[in-house]
């Protein structure tokens, strides 16, 4: 499998004009305008913040939002599809049916309780809350931060957030915080919720020295701001058998601190 030759035009405004070329940078980043929708999705959001699904939220269709992940993101278009087919059901739309963003946070269709990043559904409502709670974000990059520290030994001091990546234990720590303070998921919701975040940890992956991972401040950017980090572009293609290989050892190790959790309960 191989990247799209070339991003397609942005939806929407373009961004600012080159004075030397004359030409604008159309997936640049634009904040939601006044009447503009968004979802509970901090990827999708993203998407349309950078124009490779319509600026508005609106009136997206399955073909958008597959060639939107593709061209955003560099999923395979195995990946793309599924995704797209999964949560055009998830939230009962028949496939070919038009939506807008904000109909994905329909409350456990694709969206689910313990998120990284916003509020809990509140009891008896349909769509769940789509505001992205600063501190949560605060909360996941300080605990990654200082992992990071504890793993350095004695370079802790040295070590800062510009120079962290993060690994697939951050995520299965974050997941398990964050499903502690909620009613348990379903096994179709856990796997979601591992699945999501695999995917960008695979779209980000990097190796520095002996470590892998993603940059800490490309996921702090992304998960606060919505925004892609400045001046990237897909280098490889994440397909589905990466994302499920993944997602399995994150699975694999919040069952192992689970273990440790309750054996340091024992007496």
Request: charged share 20%; with cysteine; glycine share 8%.
């Amino acid at each position: 499998m191989s990247l799209l030759a070339e991003h397609p035009p942005a939806y929407g405004a373009a961004g600012k004009t080159c004075p030397v070329t004359g030409k604008s940078h159309e997936h640049e980043y634009q904040p939601p305008r006044e009447g503009d929708i968004r979802s509970v999705c901090p990827a999708i959001n993203a998407m349309a913040n950078h124009g490779y699904i319509p600026r508005d939220g609106k009136n997206i269709s399955p073909y958008m939002m597959c060639s939107g992940l593709m061209a955003c993101y560099g999923l395979s278009s195995p990946l793309a599809v599924f995704i797209t087919i999964g949560g055009w059901l998830l939230i009962k739309c028949y496939f070919g049916q038009r939506i807008n963003l904000f109909e994905l946070g329909l409350h456990n269709g694709v969206e689910h309780d313990a998120s990284v990043v916003h509020d809990n559904c509140p009891p008896g409502q349909k769509d769940a809350p789509i505001a992205i709670r600063p501190e949560l974000v605060a909360d996941f990059a300080a605990h990654v931060v200082s992992r990071a520290r504890e793993d350095s030994g004695s370079a802790a001091a040295r070590v800062q957030e510009n120079d962290v990546l993060v690994t697939e234990h951050d995520i299965a720590q974050t997941r398990i915080r964050r499903e502690h303070l909620s009613k348990p998921l379903s096994a179709m919701h856990a796997e979601i919720a591992r699945g999501e975040m695999a995917i960008i940890l695979g779209v980000w992956h990097h190796r520095v020295g002996g470590s892998e991972g993603a940059p800490l401040p490309w996921l702090r950017t992304w998960l606060a701001e919505e925004r892609l980090p400045p001046g990237w572009k897909p280098d490889h293609v994440q397909t589905l058998r990466n994302v499920v290989k993944r997602s399995s050892a994150m699975r694999a190790e919040m069952k192992r601190i689970r273990k440790e959790e309750a054996a340091a309960k024992l007496p």
